[in-house]
């Protein structure tokens, strides 16, 4: 089993940032996909970034596109998500998700193991 917790949400201004983290735990694969997903009231879970085994392989959401960075560190099993310029629509429970693919991929269903989430309010 694998346990993911997250942290760093909060309430920013808009064009503020924040940097959230996720700390996988338990036994995961020697290689695996770690990805960020979002969100917002009455709407679809959807992909923000993703990031592949060893961090060579990148993918983000175009909404985030030069405003986002995801990373790792695979030999502490941590996963991070350093979102600058925030924008009100960037507001939803932002989840943390481990595949054990190594292999990069932005489908949902391919996530087996997801974190609790974290809030990420961005005000006016």
């Known amino acids: 089993q694998v346990q993911l917790v997250e942290s760093g949400g909060g309430l920013v201004q808009d064009g503020g940032s924040l940097r959230l983290s996720c700390a996988a735990s338990?036994?995961?694969?020697?290689?695996?996909?770690m990805a960020w997903f979002r969100q917002a009231p009455g709407m679809e879970r959807e992909i923000v970034a993703a990031i592949g085994d060893r961090g060579g392989t990148t993918y983000y959401a175009d909404s985030v596109k030069g405003r986002f960075t995801i990373s790792r560190d695979s030999a502490k099993k941590m996963a991070y998500l350093q979102m600058d310029s925030l924008k009100p629509e960037d507001t939803a429970v932002y989840y943390c998700?481990?595949?054990?693919?190594?292999?990069?991929?932005?489908?949902?269903?391919?996530?087996?193991?997801w974190g609790q989430g974290t809030q990420v309010t961005v005000s006016t």
């Open positions: 998700a481990l595949s054990l693919s190594g292999i990069l991929t932005v489908h949902r269903s391919r996530y087996s193991y």
């Open positions: 338990g036994r995961t694969s020697s290689s695996y996909t």
